[in-house]
């Protein structure tokens, strides 16, 4: 049975929605197969949280046009969390989104932004003049602003507290965590260099702490998967099966609450 409300994936940072380039690799097409009414938010691949957050908001737009309704639910992963939440209570979208599902989501930042945000200033912008450029001229971002969005990914000291959101959006969040090099190889390094840092459970860019907003769920799977894979990126066959089934299982529970 499908979801009240359509479903929007809203992507995190680096990660592109292109006819050759899949954001959440075949986890759309899963859910369509499933019964949901399924868009793919085609926002900045870096940009800022504001930009990206306007790009979501008229994305929203058109698809409660095109669906004909009044609210959408969003399942957002890693930085898409963020911008969501920006666009919900900065934007004037609360009545926009019946609810916001965050997977991964740096709520207090991520420690390894804040490693490359210590980099010397020189190094800094040389890597974002190309990466924007790339972003722009490849992938045709249309505000590409990687210096900004490593800065506003930055780890948050604990006293600070989280943008809370209206209570108009159920809002609920899931983790996922790797501990080993066999987890996932492309964030085996970034998870050695966060708990050398901060001795917490971490996906390889995100730990645990920071990705708890709202109603936290716990992690998305029984096994290990981490940041990359929970969106269908460098995933194992011994991995889809379970990824697939979280994300049913999330528009499952939204079309139980009645969303």
Not at 19 to 43: C, H, K, P, Q, S
Not at 72 to 101: F, Q, R
Not at 146 to 168: G, I, N, P
Request: proline residues 3%; neutral net charge.
């Amino acid at each position: 049975m499908p979801t009240k409300y359509p479903i929007i994936l809203a992507h995190g940072i680096a990660a592109k929605q292109l006819r050759v380039l899949n954001a959440f690799g075949m986890i759309g097409f899963e859910l369509e197969r499933a019964g949901y009414r399924v868009f793919i938010a085609d926002t900045d691949g870096f940009g800022s949280i504001e930009t990206n957050a306007d790009q979501l908001k008229h994305f929203v737009e058109r698809v409660k046009a095109e669906c004909q309704c009044e609210k959408v639910n969003i399942i957002a992963h890693s930085k898409g969390g963020l911008d969501s939440k920006y666009m919900i209570t900065e934007l004037d979208m609360e009545d926009s989104v019946a609810s916001l599902t965050t997977l991964c989501t740096p709520h207090r930042g991520s420690i390894i932004a804040s490693k490359i945000w210590d980099l010397p200033l020189p190094i800094k912008k040389i890597c974002a003049f190309f990466i924007d450029n790339f972003y722009r001229l490849i992938f045709h971002d249309k505000h590409p602003d990687s210096m900004r969005a490593c800065d506003q990914l930055r780890a948050v000291d604990e006293s600070e507290e989280t943008l809370q959101l209206s209570y108009k959006v159920y809002c609920q969040s899931y983790s996922t965590g790797i501990s080993s090099i066999k987890d996932c190889f492309i964030m085996a390094l970034p998870m050695k260099i966060q708990h050398h840092y901060e001795i917490h459970d971490n996906d390889g860019l995100v730990a645990e702490k920071s990705a708890k907003f709202g109603r936290y769920r716990g992690k998305c799977t029984d096994i290990p998967v981490s940041h990359v894979q929970i969106i269908d990126l460098f995933s194992k066959k011994s991995q889809k099966g379970a990824i697939y089934a979280f994300y049913k299982q999330v528009c499952e529970e939204l079309t139980e609450m009645g969303f």
